[in-house]
T-cell receptor, first 111, second 113 residues
Framework: ELKVEQNPLFLSMQEGKNYTIYCNYSTTSDRLYWYRQDPGKSLESLFVLLSNGAVKQEGRLMASLDTKARLSTLHITAAVHDLSATYFCAVDPRETDKLIFGTGTRLQVFP | NAGVTQTPKFQVLKTGQSMTLQCAQDMNHEYMSWYRQDPGMGLRLIHYSVGAGITDQGEVPNGYNVSRSTTEDFPLRLLSAAPSQTSVYFC????????????FGPGTRLTVL
């Protein structure tokens, strides 16, 4: 059974600090997605990673993919309060657009 | 473009009642899907469709039916609601053949008493 695990599940961090969220998955996949969800809201696409070594950056967020290690990371640089949200990774191992989601990492940034 | 729309936003049902959750998109996307989101479990795929007239099951299809008569619409039917179906339901769409991001609707919060 395919598993997608994120850690930590909850992250409370101070503004200005750096941190990394990890996404491990249990089967081969060259497609990995990161989404953001604000409380009570829908999911917003952040990154689409499609090959080993792929790295994408948007503002204070940077995502990378290591398909050999079956690991993706979402790095937060100099966190600000606006980044408070839940972050999900998702994989598409059979390349059929059927996403398997991780359990999410709830990020809280405080002053 | 309105993107992906869902109705209703909230719904309360009694056990055994039936209802249909509506989903529509105006982006001419071939691929549409339904997910449910439960606390601490991420999103799980219920059913999906790669085009009008074509549907298939996802991870957790039991208790749900779907149909796709047009490209734009992808309704989800609960035939006999159960408390275990209390959840937030999201519809998503994208162009088929990927890999592309999927666009999610605003969600329907369903409570079954």
């Amino acid at each position: 059974e395919l598993k997608v695990e994120q850690n930590p599940l909850f992250l409370s961090m101070q503004e200005g600090k750096n941190y990394t969220i990890y996404c491990n998955y249990s089967t081969t996949s060259d497609r990995l997605y990161w989404y953001r969800q604000d409380p009570g809201k829908s999911l917003e696409s952040l990154f689409v990673l499609l090959s080993n070594g792929a790295v994408k950056q948007e503002g204070r967020l940077m995502a990378s993919l290591d398909t050999k290690a079956r690991l993706s990371t979402l790095h937060i640089t100099a966190a600000v309060h606006d980044l408070s949200a839940t972050y999900f990774c998702a994989v598409d191992p059979r390349e059929t657009d059927k996403l398997i989601f991780g359990t999410g990492t709830r990020l809280q940034v405080f002053p | 473009n309105a993107g992906v729309t869902q109705t209703p936003k909230f719904q309360v049902l009694k056990t055994g009642q039936s209802m249909t959750l509506q989903c529509a998109q105006d982006m001419n996307h071939e691929y549409m899907s339904w997910y449910r989101q439960d606390p601490g479990m991420g999103l799980r795929l219920i059913h999906y469709s790669v085009g009008a007239g074509i549907t298939d099951q996802g991870e957790v299809p039991n208790g749900y039916n779907v149909s796709r008569s047009t490209t734009e619409d992808f309704p989800l039917r609960l035939l006999s609601a159960a408390p275990s179906q209390t959840s937030v339901y999201f519809c998503a769409s994208s162009h088929a053949g990927g890999p592309v991001e999927q666009f999610f609707g605003p969600g329907t919060r369903l409570t079954v008493l």
